[in-house]
Every structure is written in C-alpha cells, then in structure tokens.
C-alpha cells in the first residue's frame, strides 16, 4: 500500500456555502425565527455588537466579496488544489480532514428589532446585491450576480439542493436527520463534504460542525460521528460565543471520550469569523486553552485536538519565553504532559518565521513527537491576509519539507494524525523523503 500523509485541519467549502447561509439567516430572521440568546454572563457589554441586525447582514456581504476570487470554486476543486499543493514535493496520497464551518448563529447576542423592515425577504434578500456586487472583482461580477439570484429564487421555492441525493450512498455514509434542525447552508455544506468520500471513503475524513446553539445536535452528534459514520469527528468553535462547558457539548464530550471520537477546536486567538462580523476580543479568548480545564478534569481521556497550538504568535511568544504564565501555547504543552490525549496541530503557520519556529517548538518539548499535527487551514490559508503563499498550496507545503527532517515530518504528517483518529498503523507506513 502506498504510502498516506495526512492534513490534519482544513477547510472545504465555498461561496455559495457562504451566501446560502447567509441569505438562511435572513429569511429565518424575516419569519421571526432567527434565535436570540440574551448575552452570556462570561462576556461583558463591552462587546456588545450594537448594529442592528440588517445592518450586520449587509456589512457581512460586502466583506464575503473579498472571499469570492478563493471561495468560486467547487468542493471537489478546493481538495484536489490542497491534494496537489502536498503532491508537488512528495508522490504518496493526502488524506484530508475538512472541518466544517457552522456560520448560522454568527449574529448570536444581537437585536433582531431592524429585522421588521415592513419588507419581504425576495424584496430584503434583492437588496442586499448591489453592497456585494460593490466589492467583487469586475471579472467575477456576472457570475456572483447570477448566484445571488439563483440562490433567492432557490429559498423563494424552497427547492435547496441536495448533493448527497443524486449519489447511491452505502450505508455507512447516510446522513440521519432524525431531530436536529437544519438550516439550507448547513445541509448543503455538509453533503459536500460527505460526497467527497463516495469514492474513496478512506481520504477524507470530515468533522461535523457542532455549534451547541443548534436545537438537536447532540442526537445528531450519536447518530452520525464516529467509525462507520458519515462524520469522523467534531469541530467547536468557541468564538461564536460559547464555552466548552455549556451542557450540551458536556453531553456530547462524554459520547466522545467513551466512544473515542476525535474533536478538533479552535485554539488561537485569530478568527476566520472576523471576515464576517468583527469579533470582540473578548470573544476570540474563548477559544483559551484554559476553558478546556473543566472539560479534560472530567473527561481525561477525551482526544483533543487544540488547533493552531495557541497560534502562531504564541508559539513565538512561547519560544521567546515571553509571559509564559499566560501564554496559550505553554497551556497546551502543559496538558499534554497531563492528559494522554491532547493534540495540537500546526494549521495557519503560513509564513516563514513561523514555519521555522514549528521545527524549534518542535526540537525543544519531547512530548511532540507524539502529539503535534500538520495541518494548513486551507483554504482560508489561501485568503486575504495571506499573501505571501501566492496563491500556491505548493509553497505551504514547501515550508515543511524545507525546515522538517524525515523523522519530524513522519511525526506530524503521519503517526500523529493515525493516533488521534484511532486508526491502526497498517493503513500507511511512513512518509518518505521528498521527491526531486
Ligand atoms: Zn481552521
């Protein structure tokens, strides 16, 4: 069998995923329906977003249109340009991890008063076009155009796709649906990802969005994560608002650790959600190491997957030995050395210093070698703010066969990932030195 690294932490979905979502939000919001949680007492009223709901939406659509270039593409086309990236230095396959987004509750705390604007959502959703199109490369205008009106009249018929229904599914990849309440773009989005395993179910490996705000997704949770499931994991995204503790994710850490199910959360304190609606900084620290504590005193063989590794700043910070009583990535090192299932993975360290300090971070804590992942954070790694990859998933990958030795990059492109999944050692052997 051919050799199998993996991608421990990426991201596939696109514009249309995006825009779904977002117009969902809207038309539930315009049925009165767009839940509202009062503000949770671990936030204070400073970060309180005071614009009102419409207002929000609008300024959210104009910020996606800087995503539009990037995002285009299909699901299919995003894995296939990461599979490439790694097969420009090394012939063996990718096996992916795509972690899903669940953008349905970004509005979260917010005043869905405006929502009354004594207009239709067709009318409301028609207007929201121009402050998009204002944005959008002069090339790509016709095609966004005609995908805003294809998805408004998609919502006004209630006639949402359904990528998995086209496809003879075996058993073990058929979505339940028994329970949770779905919106249109978290459906799509999520299909997608269970398409791309048709083929060849064993390279890719997606982790269901659980946002613990959605009604019925710890049923959800038991009925599709887990081996012989359409999901293979779990991704929390604690800046939208929440903490690891809220019962229901307490509910579903215990299924996980009993049923040894991967979670993947997202552990630095940038946030692709800035793109949307600006977080307040208070709402970035929740995505601390520190609010893990309870959750692995309780659960402590629970596989966590601490993503960015506090990030790349705090690894700098961390090397420089910096504020260390606070520092993220001192956090995660030191719950690795207590619990024997905590993870980290190196995801969006996309410039050179950062690459440079992996293999530092790397050489100085011993307890690595069986804990830390590569990941890329593709495709966000290939938007705005990241310049310096060109473009090309190649030059990420680049950095890790430049800078890591044969032994580290088996480590972090293979053993680890295995070990974290639970997958026995007889799926691949090793990842080999670089070709050309
Ligand atoms: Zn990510």
Redesign the pocket.
Known sequence: MADKAFDA?C?LFTLEYLLRELLAILDSAVQKQYPVYPQPSFLTAASQDHRGFFQKLTDTIGSIAGLCEVLAESCAQHLAKDCAGYSAHQADDLITLP?MMDIFYIFRHGDVADTDQGATFTELANSLIAPLLAQVPAALKPVVKQKMLDLIEEFSTKTHPSPLAALTLPDQLKIDYTGVELSPGYQVHMEELVALRVPAPDMVLPFLGVDPRRPGIETFVKNNVGPNRPFVGVKIYPPLGYLPTENTLTNIFAYCEAQAIPVTA?CQMNS?YNFFSPLHEEYKALAAPQHWEPVLKNHPRLRLNL?HCGGSDAVAAYLAQQNLATNWTKRILDFMDIYPNVYADI??FTDDESARNVAVLYAQNPILRQRLMFGT?YV?CLLPGHENLGGRMSSYYGYYFRDLDEATRTALFFDNPRAFLGLPASIATAVAAPTG
Do not use: E, P, T
Request: cysteine-free; hydrophobic content about 60%.
């Open positions: 932490h991201h972690l997202h692709f993503a995801a969006a954070d966000i």
